[in-house]
């Protein structure tokens, strides 16, 4: 009986012990663990926090971000030189690095994607329509997406691009807020001012802006160059993308024949636009014509018959009394409507006195 008793004691001593045991190794793992059982609450709060920080978009900062990014463009176009070469940033990525101060990565590399390129004499500034921008001076909304992400609303109606809408997604990122992304929604085409037009195209051949030139271009059917007024099937024909090109361009082409002589008119673009196309005089013209098919010399207008269904704006100046009026000039510029029924450039065409 003193046997069984003894061994009852001893096996309830021990499943004690090992109950301690178990029991004091499981504190010991919590204490070694504290982290496992609040960190999810730290990273919680922590997220809190950052959030907590983001500082309030009200119409003021709306202004100060969406004016900075105009800014920032713009500053590209005051840093180039005479040949649009970049002065002060000697790489692409130097240019992203001073853009994404003001605008995210994504939005940099679509200014640059359009607008800047390497080439072998430095960074290139390609002259062309500028982006979207927001007009300070317009009215808009802004809209909350969430506490870091807002849409700045606004409408916009002009010449080139009608009436339109954009969308500039401002964002928090890094303590501070930018530009993301801007959209833009076509709400309707506005019929555009051809005589304005005009204007525009008389002052970018005046400065041999072959990229600006460009973009009045008709996408389809290109511009045809005549370096007289009677328009003949031989004279040159140019896509968008060869008038951008024009001052890099070194060809020689043939233009046509020179009136009297009948020699060929064999020159570059560079050099045609300075023989035929010096417009200076035309920046302000004695009188402006549409559609009048004037003929101010012996060559024949026969503008009537080559360009149905067009608009011609004729920029003329009078000849002085010192040449007998024979100095007179006028440039003839054709406009005809695409497919979008927008007005776009389809010839440009000198008009001179000729034996």
């Keep these: 009986m003193k046997k069984i008793i003894l061994l009852f004691l001893i096996l309830l001593i021990g499943g004690a012990s ?9 504190d010991e793992t ?3 663990n504290p982290a496992s059982s609040s960190e999810k609450t730290v990273e ?21 971000v969406l004016n900075s990014y105009r800014e920032a463009f713009e500053s590209l176009i ?10 002060s940033f000697y790489s692409i990525d130097e240019v992203r690095g001073f853009l994404t101060k003001v605008m995210s990565t994504k939005q940099a590399n679509e200014i640059i994607g359009n607008y800047v390129e390497n080439r072998d004499r430095g960074v290139y500034f390609i002259a062309k329509e500028s982006p979207v921008f927001f007009e300070k001076d317009t009215d ?3 809209k909350k997406v969430t506490k870091k992400h807002y849409k700045v609303i606004q409408q916009q109606e002009n010449q080139m691009r009608g009436k339109i809408e954009k969308t500039f997604h401002v964002t928090w990122v890094e303590d501070k807020w930018i530009l993301d992304n801007v959209e833009v929604e076509r709400l309707e085409a506005v019929q555009p001012n051809v005589e304005q037009l005009a204007q525009e195209v008389i002052q970018v051949i005046n400065k041999r802006d072959m990229e600006a030139l460009a973009v009045y271009a008709h996408k389809e059917k290109g511009v045809l160059f005549s370096p007289y007024v009677h328009v003949k099937d031989q004279h040159q024909e140019f896509t968008k993308e060869e ?3 024009f001052k890099e361009d070194e060809t020689v082409y043939h233009w046509g024949n020179y009136d009297g002589s009948g020699k060929p008119i064999e020159l570059t673009p560079l050099a045609y636009f300075n023989e035929f196309l010096n417009v200076e005089k035309l920046q302000e013209p004695d009188e402006i014509f549409v559609n009048q098919y004037n003929q101010h010399g012996n060559a024949i207008n026969n503008h009537k018959e080559q360009f149905p269904n067009t608009k011609i704006i004729e920029y003329h100046v009078e000849g002085t009394e010192e040449n007998a009026k024979m100095d007179w000039q006028s440039i003839h510029l054709v406009f005809e409507k695409n497919d ?13 006195w000729t034996i």
């Design 18 to 26: 090992i109950v301690w045991i178990l029991t004091n190794q499981e």
């Design 243 to 245: 008038i951008a090109n």
């Design 30 to 32: 919590k204490s070694s």
């Design 44 to 64: 919680e709060d922590k997220n809190r926090d950052d959030i907590n920080t983001v500082e309030n978009l009200t119409e003021e900062k709306v202004v100060e």
């Design 78 to 87: 005051s840093d180039t030189n005479d040949q649009n070469f970049l002065s």
């Design 140 to 142: 808009f909304t802004f």
């Design 340 to 352: 979008n029924e927008l007005w776009k450039l389809t010839a440009i065409i000198s008009d001179t």
